[in-house]
T-cell receptor, first 118, second 115 residues
Framework: DTEVTQTPKHLVMGMTNKKSLKCEQH?????MYWYKQKAKKPPELMFV???????INESVPSRFSPECPNSSLLNLHLHALQPEDSALYLC?????????????????FGNGTRLTVT | AQSVTQLDSQVPVFEEAPVELRCNYS??????LFWYVQYPNQGLQLLLK??????LVKGINGFEAEFNKSQTSFHLRKPSVHISDTAEYFC?????????????FGTGTRLLVSP
């Protein structure tokens, strides 16, 4: 069982749809992350939230819009996606936020949302 | 900047045999090193991490890794594998003094354990 919960597990959407991915953790972690993973590739960082504020945006297209309503929740709003955006979207959290040089807290990943854009 | 190289894209091995998954890193500063495992249709799970101290690190599921600074390596080992160890294994590095925490992953090694 994972301590980071992602919903839905699978999502199929058209290019004109608007959908949201949700992530929740109750470990009291102060940083939350969105990663994108294409098939047979390593995860790629998209966004990092630290203390509920966006601290890192890895030049992600605006059709992906993150939101952190509170310290336990992280959303990823999707609009006008392209078929090449089909991937596994992983949420993660860590005790220590970015910028903490005495980092010793690993990332805890959820099981991901498998997104297919048609 | 940091980078990670996993030279073996796939490692086939028989059940109960030992296995070593190779990882080499490149960095001009001190680093933290990690091994993650990803089972089919799941997220990543931390196997073990090296932050400082003893260079031999023991993790979950009987895995261990040894940090070798002179060879810039962090190879993962298990003395006897099980069928259930079949998965994708990612080596990752982060630099604690880069201003933010960013994991850089290797391209992964698929471990295939057969009976």
């Amino acid at each position: 069982d994972t301590e980071v919960t992602q919903t839905p597990k699978h999502l199929v959407m058209g290019m004109t749809n608007k959908k949201s991915l949700k992530c929740e953790q109750h470990m009291g972690h102060r940083a939350m992350y969105w990663y994108k993973q294409k098939a047979k590739k390593p995860p790629e960082l998209m966004f990092v939230y630290s203390y509920e504020k966006l601290s890192i945006n890895e030049s992600v297209p605006s059709r992906f819009s993150p939101e952190c309503p509170n310290s336990s929740l992280l959303n990823l709003h999707l609009h006008a996606l392209q078929p090449e955006d089909s991937a596994l979207y992983l949420c993660a959290s860590s005790q220590d936020p970015p910028g903490v040089t005495s980092y010793n807290s690993p990332l805890h990943f959820g099981n991901g949302t498998r997104l297919t854009v048609t | 900047a940091q980078s990670v190289t996993q030279l073996d894209s796939q490692v086939p091995v028989f059940e109960e045999a030992p296995v070593e998954l190779r990882c080499n890193y490149s960095s001009s500063v001190s680093v933290y090193l990690f091994w993650y495992v990803q089972y089919p249709n799941q997220g990543l799970q931390l196997l073990l991490k090296y932050l400082s101290g003893s260079t031999l690190v023991k993790g979950i599921n009987g895995f261990e890794a040894e940090f070798n600074k002179s060879q810039t390596s962090f190879h993962l080992r298990k003395p006897s594998v099980h069928i259930s160890d079949t998965a994708e294994y990612f080596c990752a590095v982060s630099a604690p003094n880069t201003g933010f925490q960013k994991l850089v992953f290797g391209t992964g090694t698929r471990l295939l354990v057969s009976p």
